[in-house]
C-alpha cells in the first residue's frame, strides 16, 4: 500500500518570502502521479500542481515549483513570494497509474500555512 | 459549467438517524468517490465507482453504503450514523482514463452527529 508523509504539521513565512513544504511518499509503483492540493478556510480543495514520475522535469506553475526526487521517493512544494492568500492546509496526495484500477488518491496528513503580514 | 455538487453542505443529526448525502457531477465522468477528512489524518477514501453498478470499498468503508444508478449520481448513505462518523465528506469524480489524472472535488459536506 502507498503511503505519503508530511512531517511538518504546520509552517509560517513572511509574506514574500518564499516557503518549502516536504513530502516524502512509500510505493513498490513504477507509474505513478503526484499533487499538491490547497485547502483554504472555504473548505474547497483545489489543485495546486501535479508531476508525472516519468517526467524528470520538475513541475511548475506560477510561483508554485516541486523538487520531485524520485529515488529518494521526495515530493517538496515551493511556494515564491508567498501572499496572504496562500495561507491554507495543503496536502501532498499519491496517485498510481494502471488501466482499470481504482484512481484513488492517497493523502498526506496536511501542512497548516500561515503567511504573515 | 463543470462541477460536482453536494448535498447538504451542513448537517446535523442524531445517532442512529438514517441519512443520505447526495454528489452529483455534470461531466460525464465514470469514476467516482467518497473521501472523509479528519483532523490529522488527511483524506481516507471510503468508497469508489468505476462505472454505473460498479462500486467497491475504499479504505474506511465501516458504517456506510454507496449505489451508483446513474452516471452522474453517488449518494453515500449512513443507515445508523454514530458520533465517529463527524466529519468533513468529499465527493470527488475523474474519468475513467489513464491520460486524465485530475480529479475534481465537490465542495465538501460537514456532518455532525450528537
Known amino acids: 500500500a502507498q503511503t505519503v508523509t508530511q512531517s511538518q504539521p504546520e509552517m509560517s513565512v513572511q509574506e514574500a518570502e518564499t516557503v518549502t513544504l516536504s513530502c516524502t511518499y512509500d510505493t513498490s509503483e513504477s507509474n505513478y502521479y503526484l499533487f499538491w492540493y490547497k485547502q483554504p478556510p472555504s473548505r474547497q480543495m483545489i489543485l495546486v500542481i501535479r508531476?508525472?514520475?516519468?517526467?524528470?522535469q520538475n513541475a511548475t506553475e506560477n510561483r508554485f515549483s516541486v523538487n520531485f526526487q524520485k529515488a529518494a521517493k521526495s515530493f517538496s512544494l515551493k511556494i515564491s513570494d508567498s501572499q496572504l492568500g496562500d495561507t491554507a492546509m495543503y496536502f501532498c496526495?499519491?496517485?498510481?497509474?494502471?488501466?482499470?484500477?481504482?484512481?484513488?488518491?492517497?493523502f498526506g496528513k496536511g501542512t497548516l500555512l500561515t503567511v504573515n503580514p | 459549467e463543470a462541477q460536482v455538487t453536494q448535498n447538504p453542505r451542513y448537517l446535523i443529526t442524531v445517532t442512529g438517524k438514517k441519512l443520505t448525502v447526495t454528489c452529483s457531477q455534470n461531466m460525464n465522468h465514470e469514476y467516482m468517490s467518497w473521501y472523509r477528512q479528519d483532523p490529522g489524518l488527511g483524506l481516507r477514501q471510503i468508497y469508489y465507482?468505476?462505472?454505473?453498478?460498479?462500486?467497491d470499498k475504499g479504505d474506511v468503508p465501516e458504517g456506510y453504503k454507496v449505489s451508483r444508478k446513474e452516471k452522474r449520481n453517488f449518494p453515500l448513505i449512513l443507515e445508523s450514523p454514530s458520533p465517529n462518523q463527524t466529519s468533513l465528506y468529499f465527493c470527488?469524480?475523474?474519468?475513467?482514463?489513464?491520460?486524465?489524472?485530475?480529479?475534481?472535488f465537490g465542495p465538501g459536506t460537514r456532518l455532525t452527529v450528537t
Open positions: 465507482s468505476m462505472n454505473v453498478e460498479v462500486t
Open positions: 496526495a499519491f496517485m498510481k497509474l494502471m488501466r482499470g484500477s481504482n484512481y484513488k488518491l492517497t
Open positions: 508531476q508525472e514520475a516519468y517526467k524528470q
Open positions: 470527488a469524480s475523474r474519468p475513467n482514463r489513464d491520460w486524465v489524472h485530475e480529479q475534481y
